[in-house]
C-alpha cells in the first residue's frame, strides 16, 4: 500500500478519535454532571474483577472468617446508602500488615489487617470506609484510567490502524490490573471522598467525626510499606489541607440535616471483633534473623549475605547488595524437576548459556546454570539454581553485570549452596505479634494501664498512638484497650 493512502486511513481514525473523545462524557453518579470519561461502567467492573483476580493473587486474603463477615456486612450497608446501591459490591481485608485501604474500579474494597489493626471504634472504619466508596460512587478511579490513557487514546485512531494492521493494542484495559490500587487520587479527589464517608456514615447511625480522629493517629504513626510491597496511606491517598477539621464540621452539619441525636461510635464492639488478630509480618510467611532467611512453613533456610538489604514480599526474597549493583532473587518456580524449570527459564529469557551442570545441594537434587541475559539496559550475567525440595522447586538467580559479576560470583554460589532443610524447632515454631483487647484494671493514665498490661516501657509510645491515645490521658476504669501480644 502506497505511503499516501497508509496516512489517509490513519488520519481518518486519528479523526474518528478525536470525534470520540468530544463524546466521551458520562453523567458522575455524585454530581449529577458530567465528567470526561474513556471508561464506560461496564468497563469499570471488568476491570474491577480483573484487579479483584491480581490482588487476590499477589497480596492473599487474611483468614479470618469472622472478621471477613463483619467487614463485609458492614460495607454492604453503607454501599446500599451510596450514590451506587446498584453495583454489586466486595470488601476484603488483605494479609498485609501496612496501613491502608483502597478502592478498585466497579465496587472492589480493600483493607489491609494493618488498618484494621490502627482503627480504635466502629464508627471509625464506617468513615474509612465511606471514604472508599466514595472513590468509586464518584469514579475517581475511571476518571485516573481516564486522564492516564489520554496520551494514547489522543491517537485512537492510530491504535484501531495499528490493530488492522495486525499490531496489538497495549491500552488494553486489562494492561492496568493491579495497578489501579496505585493510582494517586488528586487533593480534590481526596476531599470529595472525605465528604463522600462522612454522609454515607451518618446515613448508617455513625459519628463520622470519628474519621478525623483516625486520620490524626495516622499523622502520628511512622507508618511504610511492608513486606507486602503496597504503599502505606498517604503514599495513595494525599492529605487535604485542614482535612481533620472540615470533617468535623461536615460530620456535625450532616447530623443537624439528618437529624442524627445519638450517633454510634462502638468502640468496645470493635475491638472485640480484631481481638487476636495477627500484628505486624507473620514470620509463618517467611522472615530474616541474624543473617539467615527461614520459612517455617516450607521448612527451608539460607544465609542473607552481609550488609545485603533484603526484602520479602509473597512474590520473592530479594537481597541486594550494599553498591547496589547485585541483586539476589528466590522465588518457586514451575516444572517437574530442576532441569525441567531450568529449561523453562532459557526458553522464556533465551538466555545464552556459558555453563550447566546437575548437581546436589545438601542432599537435594538442583540444576545450576550460569547464563547471559540480554536486557534493555545491556547483557546480564546470571548464576542460577534450581532446587527441587520434596514436590516443590525453587530457584535462586544472582544477577550483575558482566563487567562486575566475578565480583559477586562466590558469594552468590556460597549463598544458593547453602540452601537445606529448616529443622530448628524454635525456628519452625515461631509465632506473630497480635493485637489483643483487655479491660484496664482502674483509673489511670493511659502509659500505667498498659503497664499493668504487660506492655514493655519501649513499646509504650507506640502502643498509645495505636490506641489513639494521647501521652497522660487519664482512662477510666474498665475502659477496653489494645495492647500487642508478642510473639516469636
Not at 486520620?215 to 511512622?222: A, G, K, P, V, W
Not at 504503599?231 to 470533617?247: G, L, Y
Not at 550460569?370 to 546480564?380: A, D, F, I, N, P
Not at 530457584?395 to 563487567?403: I, N, P, W
Request: aromatic share 8%; glycine share 8%; proline share 4%.
Amino acid at each position: 500500500m502506497k505511503r499516501e493512502r497508509v496516512l489517509s486511513i490513519v488520519k481518518g481514525f486519528i479523526l474518528i478519535g478525536v470525534v470520540l473523545l468530544t463524546i466521551s462524557c458520562a453523567v458522575n453518579p455524585v454530581t449529577g454532571g458530567r465528567d470526561f470519561m474513556l471508561v464506560s461502567e461496564e468497563d469499570e467492573i471488568k476491570l474491577g474483577r480483573q484487579t479483584d483476580a491480581g490482588v487476590t493473587k499477589e497480596y492473599g486474603l487474611y483468614d479470618d472468617q469472622r472478621l471477613a463477615a463483619y467487614v463485609n456486612e458492614m460495607g454492604q450497608r453503607l454501599g446500599k446508602l451510596s450514590h451506587r446501591p446498584e453495583l454489586d459490591w466486595h470488601f476484603k481485608t488483605l494479609d498485609a500488615s501496612v496501613v491502608n485501604a483502597f478502592a478498585a474500579p466497579g465496587g472492589y474494597i480493600y483493607f489491609t489487617r494493618g488498618i484494621l489493626a490502627t482503627l480504635n471504634s466502629e464508627a471509625e472504619l464506617a468513615g474509612v470506609m465511606g471514604h472508599e466508596i466514595g472513590h468509586v460512587t464518584a469514579r475517581h478511579s475511571a476518571q485516573q484510567i481516564s486522564k492516564a490513557q489520554m496520551a494514547q487514546y489522543g491517537l485512537t485512531g492510530l491504535s484501531i490502524g495499528l490493530q488492522i494492521f495486525g499490531i496489538p493494542d497495549v491500552s488494553s484495559l486489562a494492561q492496568l490490573g493491579v495497578g489501579t490500587l496505585f493510582l494517586k487520587f488528586s487533593r480534590d479527589n481526596e476531599r470529595e471522598a472525605d465528604s463522600l464517608g462522612v454522609e454515607y456514615a451518618t446515613k448508617a447511625g455513625y459519628d463520622a467525626a470519628q474519621m478525623a480522629d483516625f486520620f490524626e493517629t495516622l499523622q502520628r504513626m511512622d507508618s511504610k510499606s511492608d513486606r507486602s510491597g503496597l504503599p502505606s496511606w498517604f503514599s495513595t491517598h494525599p492529605s487535604p489541607e485542614d482535612r481533620e477539621n472540615a470533617i468535623r464540621t461536615q460530620s456535625k452539619q450532616m447530623q443537624q440535616k439528618m437529624g442524627l441525636r445519638d450517633p454510634k461510635i462502638d468502640r468496645e464492639d470493635y475491638l472485640k471483633i480484631i481481638d487476636g488478630m495477627i500484628y505486624g509480618d507473620d514470620p509463618r510467611q517467611g522472615y530474616a534473623e541474624e543473617g539467615v532467611y527461614y520459612h517455617p512453613g516450607m521448612r527451608f533456610q539460607f544465609p542473607v549475605p552481609a550488609e545485603w538489604k533484603s526484602n520479602d514480599t509473597p512474590a520473592a526474597v530479594q537481597m541486594v547488595s550494599k553498591k547496589k549493583d547485585a541483586v539476589i532473587l528466590f522465588f518457586g518456580a514451575s516444572g517437574s524437576s530442576p532441569a525441567e524449570a531450568a529449561s523453562n527459564f532459557i526458553t522464556k529469557t533465551n538466555a545464552r548459556i556459558i555453563r550447566s551442570e546437575s548437581r546436589s545441594v545438601n542432599g537435594l537434587p538442583s540444576q545450576q546454570i550460569l547464563s547471559e541475559v540480554r536486557s534493555r539496559q545491556g547483557v546480564v550475567r546470571t548464576l542460577s539454581f534450581f532446587i527441587q525440595k520434596e514436590r516443590q522447586i525453587f530457584v535462586f538467580h544472582g544477577l550483575s553485570s558482566a563487567r562486575l559479576f566475578p565480583q559477586y560470583e562466590q558469594t552468590f554460589s556460597d549463598t544458593f549452596s547453602a540452601f537445606e532443610e529448616l529443622k530448628d524447632p524454635e525456628k519452625i515454631n515461631v509465632q506473630p505479634d497480635r493485637i489483643r483487647a483487655r479491660f484496664t484494671k482502674k483509673t489511670e493514665t493511659i502509659e500505667n494501664a498498659l503497664r499493668s498490661l504487660g506492655v514493655p516501657d519501649d513499646k509504650l509510645k507506640d502502643v498509645v498512638v495505636l490506641n489513639g491515645g494521647t501521652p497522660g490521658q487519664t482512662l477510666p476504669a474498665n475502659t477496653l484497650i489494645k495492647i500487642v501480644e508478642y510473639g516469636r
